[in-house]
């Protein structure tokens, strides 16, 4: 079981630069999520999706886009990477609103 | 809007000693809630949950207790061990919007 699988693990960027992280379930689940994980802040969400073709805003949207086209992808694009877009990203599926909460391994930004 | 608080941390046990991890949280209706564990370099994974107001989640010796006259879902227990080290995340989502928010995490060390 492949579960969530997140690309890449690291990425250094410059500032300005775009890029698309990567994120794929197998599990059929319908919720996707990303979070970005800063010291002190815990997890906040990004974006997140019911569902394919559907989308949603989380609490720190700005500068990020996503899309759902199929039920097992969910990419993150980062539009104008900016230094403090420096973090640790993690998407998440889970089959239901109240169920387990699968996450990937972790996508670790780091832009200059 | 939905939001968690946990207590400060860091914390640092002795191995056998009993834990208490504060957690309340504001939601509207009756959200389910979540601890998740993530350990040194890894994604986070589910340690327990409860869906309804008296339920109590329990997973490798850790519980917490829905308790909605107080908004709370403190996760205890009787004995650490080193093995718990980690990161712990109290967590909800609102049946209303399918929102899965974090607090910002503690913190514990277990020391032999």
């Known amino acids: 079981n492949a579960g969530v699988t997140q690309t890449p693990k690291f990425q250094v960027l410059k500032t300005g630069q775009s890029m698309t992280l990567q994120c794929a379930q197998d599990?059929?689940?319908?919720?996707m999520s990303w979070y970005r994980q800063d010291p002190g802040m815990g997890l906040r969400l990004i974006h997140y999706s019911v569902g394919a073709g559907i989308t949603d805003q989380g609490e720190v949207p700005n500068g990020y886009n996503v899309s759902r086209s199929t039920t097992e992808d969910f990419p993150l694009r980062l539009l104008s990477a900016a230094p403090s877009q420096t973090s640790v990203y993690f998407c998440?599926?889970?089959?239901?609103?109240?169920?387990?909460?699968?996450f990937g391994q972790g996508t670790r930004l780091t832009v200059v | 809007g939905d939001s968690v608080t946990q207590m400060e941390g860091p914390v640092t046990l002795s191995e056998e000693a009993f834990l208490t991890i504060n957690c309340t949280y504001t939601?509207?209706?009756?959200?389910?809630l979540f601890w998740y564990v993530q350990y040194p370099g890894e994604g986070l994974q589910l340690l327990l949950k409860?869906?309804?107001?008296?339920d109590k989640g329990s997973n490798k010796g850790f519980e917490a207790t829905y308790r909605k006259e107080t908004t709370s879902f403190h996760l205890e227990k009787g004995s650490v061990q080193v093995s718990d080290s980690a990161v712990y995340f109290c967590a909800l989502t609102p049946r209303a919007n399918s929102k899965l928010t974090f607090g910002k995490g503690i913190t514990l060390s277990v020391r032999p």
């Open positions: 998440a599926s889970s089959l239901l609103w109240d169920t387990e909460a699968f």
């Open positions: 939601a509207t209706g009756y959200p389910s």
């Open positions: 599990m059929n689940h319908e919720y």
């Open positions: 409860a869906t309804k107001a008296d």
